[in-house]
Nanobody, 123 residues
Framework: QVQLVESGGGLVQAGGSLRLSCAAS????????MGWVRQAPGKEREFVAA????????SYADSLKGRFTISRDNAKNTMYLQMNSLKPEDTAVYHC????????????????WGQGTQVTVSS
């Protein structure tokens, strides 16, 4: 099993940037694909980005390409999401997720979840 703890959320003005972190417990972090999923108030969870175990392959929601960048540091058991040019519609709780093997854009296929960190973008 792996436990996930997100940090880095907060209040930012439109056009600003935030960097989220997801710290994972355990010594097998490098064997998990990692991802970010967000949930806005009154909406379903939405895939944001994912990264393979090695970090060499990534995937993004089409609407977020070019603004968000996912990365990971396996030596630190930590994953990151750099978010630039933030918009009010990016306001949501951002959850990190993990699963053994490959990643999927279908968030229901992820095995482990963090509690989430709130991101609020003001206009």
């Amino acid at each position: 099993q792996v436990q996930l703890v997100e940090s880095g959320g907060g209040l930012v003005q439109a056009g600003g940037s935030l960097r989220l972190s997801c710290a994972a417990s355990g010594r097998t972090f490098s064997t998990y694909a990692m991802g970010w999923v967000r949930q806005a108030p009154g909406k379903e969870r939405e895939f944001v980005a994912a990264i393979r175990m090695s970090g060499r392959s990534t995937s993004y929601a089409d609407s977020l390409k070019g603004r968000f960048t996912i990365s990971r540091d396996n030596a630190k058991n930590t994953m990151y999401l750099q978010m630039n040019s933030l918009k009010p519609e990016d306001t949501a709780v951002y959850h990190c997720a993990a699963r053994s093997g490959t990643y999927y854009k279908d968030w229901s296929l992820w095995d482990y979840w963090g509690q989430g960190t709130q991101v609020t973008v003001s206009s």
